[in-house]
């Protein structure tokens, strides 16, 4: 009986320690996978809100670009000589000083000078080599391109074209691409949020290990103590009643507790009681 009871009881406690480090385990899986999906969201946000801050700053540098190359008389402030080529028909020149004058004013990598869908110009920050066959061309569909690599450099990179009018030389389908590297301010913003996820997974963990024992420990050993106390102790007890009664050496009378789930045992002992009481007064009678 004993070991029926012990192999019993080992089965249970299994079943409800497994049950509950599964629950466990799942929980902890539910955390894990929001910071990843929290982290990577947050990193997506601010690379989108990286990107809309460079298009507004090479759109900005467009205008003024466009202002500067809106009178030959606006660019002699710069130099009269590049003036006097303009107004003599070499508009290479006009297309050199546009790049030659962005590149060393504004925080950008390349400037392109684009007529009727062809670089005729372009200029270059810090020897970048680029090949303007390479180069963007065309318009994109929306306000920018994102490029996975400019030149040699990989990274991200945003790309704008800007129109620019110049009606004072009746050049028609005129724009200036703008490129600027995003790709160390990418970067910054990923370590971060990699850096926070790595830290909140490391603390979770970390607590995780520490459920999982204590989650181990509680529903080995409290499980251990509840069942002794409201199982196994009130059927060792009906076990010794039932003995007892066999024997003849039980005094008193069964009590039944109908609030109790053993109420029916408890009843069934009480009757058994009663006719082997029966029986005895029958024999000595």
Do not use: C
């Not at 910071?35 to 997506?44: A, G, K």
């Not at 759109?59 to 303009?86: H, R, W």
């Not at 007892?244 to 009681?273: C, H, K, N, P």
């Amino acid at each position: 009986m004993k070991g029926n009871r012990g192999k019993e009881m080992r089965r249970l406690m299994l079943a409800v320690s497994l049950s509950v480090l599964v629950l466990v385990l799942a929980i902890i899986a539910y955390f894990m996978v929001d910071i990843i999906v929290t982290t990577n969201n947050n990193i997506e946000h601010n690379k989108e809100l990286v990107i809309e801050q460079s298009v507004l700053s090479l759109t900005q540098i467009g205008e003024n670009i466009s202002e500067l190359t809106k009178s030959p008389a606006v660019i002699g402030i710069f130099n009269q000589d590049i003036v006097n080529k303009i107004l003599g028909g070499d508009w290479q020149t006009f297309y050199d000083f546009m790049g030659e004058f962005a590149i060393p004013f504004y925080p950008i990598e390349y400037v392109g000078v684009v007529q009727n869908g062809e670089v005729v110009s372009y200029a270059t920050k810090g020897g970048l080599v680029v090949d303007p066959q390479d180069m963007p061309t065309e318009p994109p569909e929306g306000d920018y391109e994102s490029l996975d690599s400019l030149g040699d450099k990989e990274g991200l990179f945003i790309s704008v074209f800007y129109p620019v009018d110049l009606n004072f030389s009746g050049l028609e389908d005129f724009y200036v691409n703008m490129i600027v590297d995003r790709t160390d301010e990418l970067a910054t913003v990923e370590k971060y949020f990699e850096d926070q996820r790595n830290d909140l997974i490391l603390r979770l963990s970390i607590a995780s290990v520490i459920a999982v024992i204590l989650s181990l420990l509680l529903t080995t050993f409290g499980l251990r103590y509840f069942t002794r106390k409201y199982v196994v102790k009130p059927i060792e007890e009906l076990n010794r009643t039932a003995e007892e009664i066999a024997d003849g050496t039980f005094e008193g009378e069964v009590q039944v507790d109908e609030e109790s789930a053993y109420a029916a045992l408890q009843g069934l002992l009480r009757s058994g009681q009663k006719v082997l009481q029966h029986m005895d007064q029958e024999i000595k009678g």
